[in-house]
């Protein structure tokens, strides 16, 4: 890995001892600069668990993609910073309160004096590493905590909505190696069933909100207050994934 070069992509110049205060500066700045998005699902292109491939896709064509591919990458840039990490699979809760199967979705740990959720691929999540004690964490994103399931032996990240904690997905601690995910990261790339085949779209987050571009519409997130703009041709959407994005597909 070019160490710099990752860091120029995501605003950053150099690297800091393997802390809390530098890993939440990293994963604020990851979020605020790599894009979430499944382009390459919609064109058709194959997402292969390659490290390499994934940095030249993401960093040096200046791209985004979904969590397999930002996480897995996040973590390598991690260890090589001198981070102590491990990757971890998650089960995504589903419309109908359902969870999905194993590697449905994947995160990190990292292992500073406790462990922590780190997770740049999740699209709309907290920006700043969570304990797994409960502690509540708040961005501008809105308020979130790890809470210990003692039933499912397990975790759950959940958000506060207005009716209550709301469970986005649930984990355990056990550590895989990235090519566990291979199946699912091809089930999400080619199932009918999967959401990352039913549209485009791409999402970044800013310092005072979050932009949403779908092949429906463009939403603006600025201080919790939203506004949409419809998208009416692909035209129209290929000009805004250049001008908010930095994303040329031709």
């Known amino acids: 890995m070019n160490i710099s070069t990752y860091l120029n992509r995501i605003n950053m110049k150099e690297v800091g001892r393997p802390n809390l205060s530098f890993l939440s500066r990293l994963q604020e700045n990851h979020?605020?600069?790599i894009p979430f998005e499944n382009l390459d699902i919609s064109l058709g292109r194959p997402i292969q668990l390659s490290l390499p491939k994934l940095f030249e896709k993401v960093i040096e064509k200046c791209r985004g993609g979904f969590c397999y591919e930002l996480n897995g990458l996040f973590d390598w840039l991690l260890r090589e910073c001198g981070f102590t990490t491990s990757l971890i699979s998650a089960r995504v809760r589903d419309k109908d309160n359902s969870f999905g199967p194993e590697f449905d979705h994947l995160a990190i740990l990292v292992y500073?004096?406790?462990?922590?959720l780190v997770d740049v691929g999740?699209?709309?999540s907290c920006r700043f590493p969570l304990p797994l004690t409960g502690e509540e964490?708040?961005?501008i994103s809105g308020r979130y905590r790890v809470i210990l399931e003692e039933a499912s032996d397990g975790?759950?990240?959940?958000?506060?909505?207005?009716?209550g904690w709301i469970t986005e997905y649930r984990f355990t601690t056990r550590s895989y190696e990235l090519q566990a995910f291979t199946s699912?990261?091809?089930?999400?790339?080619t199932s009918p069933a999967s959401h990352f085949t039913q549209k485009k779209m791409c999402t970044i987050?800013?310092?005072?909100?979050?932009i949403t571009l779908t092949q429906d519409f463009l939403t603006m997130t600025q201080d919790r207050n939203k506004q949409k703009f419809p998208i009416l041709s692909d035209q129209q959407f290929y000009k805004e994934l250049q001008r908010f994005f930095g994303i040329n597909l031709s």
């Open 155 to 163: 975790y759950a990240l959940q958000k506060q909505e207005e009716n």
């Open 205 to 210: 987050a800013t310092l005072d909100g979050r």
């Open 184 to 189: 699912m990261c091809e089930y999400h790339q």
């Open 137 to 139: 964490v708040e961005d």
């Open 122 to 124: 999740f699209g709309d």
């Open 31 to 33: 979020l605020l600069h």
């Open 112 to 116: 500073l004096d406790q462990p922590y």
